[in-house]
């Protein structure tokens, strides 16, 4: 099970998985390369040294710093294949998670409905080996960060989005069958039903609910209070004008 299995919450499943292409992981450990190959040369050039004198000197010399070179660059690599395996986008029936790190764990994540956009580019390369970078635009100040050089983005984006629109349907049939918004003072929605206007100035509609759905209802919000899609307060005024038609 992966680190992010264990951060779904009740109800949460996953909906998609994905990485970084492996071209960023070459990239990453382009420094391991070139100390590899950077030691090769040398060990070659230690090995047409001669033995004796200055020359024996600077060829203990070479060896000494070719077998640095091959062991901090097969520790770099092996650090830098770590960071990879361990390195993923999650989306979920809610949300979108970023996971990265190896001793350290980072998981960032932006809640599906305050997701406005995602912003996807791809070079002439990048769309040769199916890479890009996508840019998730939310609501909120502090969100997840652009996913680069993530493979198949266009599959990525696409599932996002279409997670997005049933997450809304989710909370619009949940949320409110039998009370809509209304903002004091603006013109209420054409070819609603004619609302009534409460005490609290808020505008209920009647529509006739039986028992049981009201109080399938009132689970349904209570699910989207836990999972934070609602906050306390609406979730009470809800609650309390629900229950009044009981």
């Known amino acids: 099970m992966s680190y992010a299995d264990g951060l779904m919450s009740s109800g949460e499943r996953i909906i998609h998985r994905n990485k970084q292409h492996p071209f960023i992981f070459i990239w990453a450990a382009r420094w391991t390369i070139g100390a590899i190959v950077l030691g090769t040369v040398l060990l070659w ?8 004198g200055i020359s024996g000197t600077a060829q203990s010399v070479l060896l000494w710093v070719t077998a640095i070179m091959y062991v901090g660059g097969i520790a770099v ?3 830098t294949a770590l960071h990879y395996v361990n390195q993923e986008y999650v989306l979920t029936n809610r949300r979108v998670l970023q996971v990265e790190g190896v001793l350290n764990r980072t998981a960032t994540d932006s809640s599906l409905e305050k997701i406005n956009d995602a912003v996807l580019s791809q070079s002439i390369f990048g769309r040769v080996f199916d890479f890009g970078d996508l840019k998730v635009l939310t609501a909120a100040e502090a969100g997840i960060e652009d996913f680069r ?7 990525f984006k696409k599932a996002m989005l279409d997670a997005k629109h049933e997450h809304e349907i989710e909370m619009e049939r949940a949320g409110m069958p039998s009370e809509q918004p209304y903002a004091p003072g603006l013109p209420y929605p054409a070819g609603s039903p004619s609302p009534h206007r409460d005490e609290d100035d808020t505008v209920a509609i009647s529509t006739g609910l039986s028992p049981d759905e009201i109080m399938r209802t009132l689970n349904n919000l209570a699910d989207l209070r836990d999972r934070g899609a609602i906050t306390e307060a609406e979730y009470d ?4 004008d629900l229950l009044r038609r009981l």
């Open 45 to 52: 050039i230690g090995a047409n040294m001669d033995t004796g």
């Open 77 to 79: 690599f092996a650090w």
């Open 149 to 155: 050089m993530i493979r198949s983005p266009i599959v």
């Open 237 to 240: 005024a809800k609650k309390s």
